[in-house]
């Protein structure tokens, strides 16, 4: 038998050898033999990344005999290796530094990673990952395409600090499109995700009549414990987009599936609370409640004399009346009882976010509040009250004008309340004794020249300026009247505003901008707020990289998430120019209209009015439009692992289109109406039905969390079946 070689079939030879001798390699991932349980993770996340990207065995040791390729884990503090092989070039870093160094020692070759503490080197692990081509993204990990060069010529001298020491993530929240829907094991995936992403606490938004807490007072106990401000939403019957929740007849939360009483469903609320601040501390972040300490369930009112009804989106809560000042004893007894559940329920709790009553009430107070804040001098760092209501009223935000100048009288009572509360620091105590770190939220912004006369001493704050990153670029001057070399502050970064809701989303150039400034005014960091994951992705992988580096800008991110996601530049080109169009869109509806995605009932009926559309609105179609034929046009062209992502994208903005077909018809429909066009309102409120449905119909197609049955479970009951209850009157009308 004559054995013939073509060089094509060396080729092949060579490459199968090749590939054969390299799945029998084997490094050794080395960490200290008394480390801490998190460098132990992080070992075993480095072995994971080391074996998909580099088809070697990786074997997780304490030992460093007997390899000749050893990634070394720790630092010099927790691992003898470390300490040895740099013998004594550690850099000095925090405990939030990074540290990538190779190094060759003898025989023995490899790679340090570690930090100035344990939580840094895990994050040093998932950068070594990120630096060799995996994009971590909120639904999993994405490897290169092609495989990175060979291990053995691998040079890395790599040290990162944060730019932003605090990288909050809110969940919980209030609506059905948002986090409040998700089971834990779902939200313990995404805390994994946002881990790598080097995000260090996790804040639970919570509010009154959510059941996350129990408190008693007097002989009233808390008996109310809802979701979504009560909403129930059927997703049984003729309803598009069914098939989505496998039979059910009601949408819930999994964790909250068959809890029929109030005890059952704080049982459930508490477990799920505590599991989520559990999965956040496993990762070495921090874990954190938001809460509103001086409203409560309407049963409490019996508790209060003199309380009232807050007018929010619905009349759930109560708060103090007229005649309930913030020198009150009750109230206040009522207000530590509560701070006080929540601490002793949740004993892992790291810090207490309390946002700033919204009292109108209590603006008749500010005279003697401003007088107790200022220690009696009526001046505090040389600002008058009359310059600081002011300020308020002629400053270019919503809550401006009169509108402004409530505000701001509502800030001061509240303020010189928590400022005495707080002085008992016995009410932020833990079991341990450890004590929780307190935060203020939303303090109005005509307070930020004097912040830190006015906050109880030692406290944060977490401040809200607008509802949009856009609204706050626009008063960005803000950010520079904020004392942050005395006062640990944060931003809330607006990702995707609830107003604008329903719609697909996108604020990158805006949070940019906004996190330059922070860095710039020597803020402490930000936290997020969002409802739906959806189009965030490469806002989220944005904030990730400039959270540690000056030198990110949104292309330079962009590009770095979607050429390795893709493979191919002209698809990053197309995303960049579909992701372009979204936030165009964004910006226009938060211009123009800012409610008018919101996920409430009256969402769609809303817009059933004699009056003619606006001119915005063919506007808006036309960039959903361009970032829909984009998006396509990315999925057709890229890599195939790319093209669930890329097609979730771009069904998304075919579904908003068809939302928008929908508005356009309901006021159609509106203006025949007006003008007793019974035919004409017929054929478009035939149109807005069936628009609506395939909308519906076409997020269905995609769905990949909670959020997205979320939406579908709002949109069928908040606008499809009011719409076709509406239709089906009209033909009703009509036969007769």
Known sequence: MILRCTAAGLIVFWALLVSSSRAQEKIVVVVG????????????????????????????????????????????????????????????????GIVLKSYRQGDVQGVVVGGGSAVATLW????????????????????PVSAPADYTSDVLNLVMEPKLRVRTWRTVNDFAIGPESWGLADLQALIKQLAKMKFNRVMLSVYPWQPFVHYEFGDVKKETAMHWYGDKFRVDGDVPGKRVFDGAAIFENPDFVGTDSYQKKMNAGIKHARGIMQAAQSLGMTAAISMSPGEFPR??????????EVHQLKRLTIGPGPQVGPDDKLFRELVSTKIRAFIETYPELDALYIGMPEFPEWSGHFEEAWDELSGGDGEINGLTLAEVIQTAAERNLIASAE?????IKGNIAPLAFFKSLFADQELLKRADGGQVQLVLRSIDPALYPILDQVIPRGAATLNFVDYTSRRVVENR????????????ASLILTLADDNVGVLAQSATSSIHELVTDLRHHGWEGFSTRYWMLAELDP?????????????????????????????????????WLAFQYIEQATTLIDEKDIGFGFPVQGMLMKHYSGGPAPAWWAEASELYTKAMIELYRSHDGTHPRARPVLFYYAKRSE??????????????????????????????????????????DTLSDVVRDQSDRGLIAVLINHAYRPLYGEYERALELADQ
């Open 403 to 407: 509108r402004g100048i409530q505000a």
């Open 33 to 96: 033999a008394n480390a801490p349980e998190l460098e132990k993770f992080a070992a075993a996340e480095l072995a994971t990344q080391w074996e998909r990207l580099y088809s070697v065995d990786a074997d997780v040791s304490t030992d460093i005999r007997g390899n000749r390729y050893a990634v070394l884990v720790g630092s010099p503090a927790t691992n003898p290796h470390v300490k040895r092989v740099l013998d004594g070039s550690w850099p000095q870093v925090s405990d939030q």
């Open 477 to 488: 001057q803000l950010l520079a009247e904020v004392p942050s070399t005395k006062v640990p």
């Open 655 to 696: 579904y908003v289109l068809e939302y928008l077909a929908a508005v356009s018809a309901v006021r159609a429909a509106g203006v025949a109406k007006a003008k007793d066009d019974q035919d004409a309102m017929l054929e478009q409120l035939e149109i807005a039905v069936e628009s609506m449905y395939n909308a519906i």
């Open 539 to 575: 806002t989220v992988h944005y904030l990730s990289r400039a959270a540690f580096s000056d030198d990110v800008t949104v292309r330079s991110a962009h590009d770095e998430l979607f050429m390795a996601l893709t493979g191919k530049r002209d698809v990053a080109d197309r995303l």
């Open 299 to 308: 049963e409490f009112s019996r508790a209060l004399p003199g309380s009232q």
């Open 124 to 143: 040093a692990a998932y950068e070594w990952g990120y630096q060799h081509g995996i994009r971590y993204m909120f639904h999993g990990d994405f490897y």
